[in-house]
């Protein structure tokens, strides 16, 4: 059977080239690297008009050297920041979860736990953490103070999650003769696992912030000592060194839990085809 000469041009037309496809892809992602170049551009502008001292206002360049020539240093410190930061995060992830699921199950332990969780949140971590250096030690205050501040998006995520299931769903897969823990599996997690994903996205991010906040107290080692350490010293070309390197750091953590939601969730990252129209 011949096919029509005008379907064949009209389906080439409509299947875009390879080529065209990764353009359009560069395209889309130019700003990742055009904005960071221009935000070094104007940095170096500024360094330029102001005349600063090093001392003051480093050099992009001054800065780059910092990272190459004290990498051995910046990497010994970035260890126990990475480490603090990481069993933090964990043991959030954890801890809302499992809150996320009693809260979002019994009405009574939402009217008991919910206000703590909020209040948890309204302290000033900064104004907690030399007490709570008093009862524990820095390593312990530091995990503690970084689960502390990333739970909450965990905790508030997974119950709105948990909650948004369907119920008729629910009670479809009951009436079919599924049980009550299958149907909870099988229908209500996977419903909330897009909202946890945006918590686990964002106490990815601040358990960077909750690491850093105990080193400033006490520490030894860390990012955030190092920070103190030389900004006291003058040394502000290795402190923005190490801020670079907590801002590598969280950017790292908050792609890993990017690509667990990718591998999770793969659905609801495929591109949806518009529908061709047809030609008369």
Do not use: K, N
Not at 62 to 69: N, S, Y
């Amino acid at each position: 059977m011949s096919t029509a000469p005008g379907a064949v041009t009209g389906a080439a037309a409509a299947t875009p080239a390879p080529g065209g496809r990764s353009w359009r892809r560069l395209a889309r992602r130019a700003p990742l690297l055009l904005l960071p170049l221009a935000g070094l551009a104007v940095w170096q502008a500024l360094v330029w008009l102001l005349d600063a001292e090093p001392w003051l206002v480093p050099s992009p360049a001054e800065v780059a050297a910092v990272l190459v020539d004290e990498r051995a240093r910046l990497w010994f410190h970035a260890q126990a920041t990475i480490a603090g930061t990481l069993v933090g995060f964990a043991l959030a992830t954890v801890a809302g979860v499992l809150i996320a699921a009693a809260i979002a199950a019994s009405r009574v332990v939402e009217g008991l736990a919910y206000p703590w969780v909020v209040a948890s949140q309204a302290m000033p971590i900064l104004s907690i953490a030399p007490v709570m250096t008093i009862w524990l030690d820095y390593r312990a205050t530091q995990v503690v103070i970084a689960t502390v501040v990333c739970v909450f998006p965990v905790i508030v995520t997974g119950v709105d999650g948990l909650r948004a299931a369907d119920p008729q769903l629910a009670r479809t897969m009951r009436t079919l003769g599924a049980s009550r823990r299958w149907t909870w599996w099988h229908v209500t997690v996977p419903s909330a696992l897009p909202p946890l994903f945006s918590g686990l996205r964002m106490a990815a991010v601040f358990a960077v912030s909750g690491a850093v906040v105990a080193e400033y107290v006490g520490a030894e080692r860390g990012l955030g000592y190092l920070t103190e350490i030389s900004t006291a010293q003058f040394e502000t070309a290795v402190a923005v060194a190490a801020i670079a390197w907590l801002t590598a750091i969280g950017v790292a953590l908050f792609a890993l839990v990017a690509l667990a939601e990718r591998l999770a969730l793969p659905h609801r990252h495929r591109p949806v085809r518009r529908p061709r129209r047809s030609r008369p």
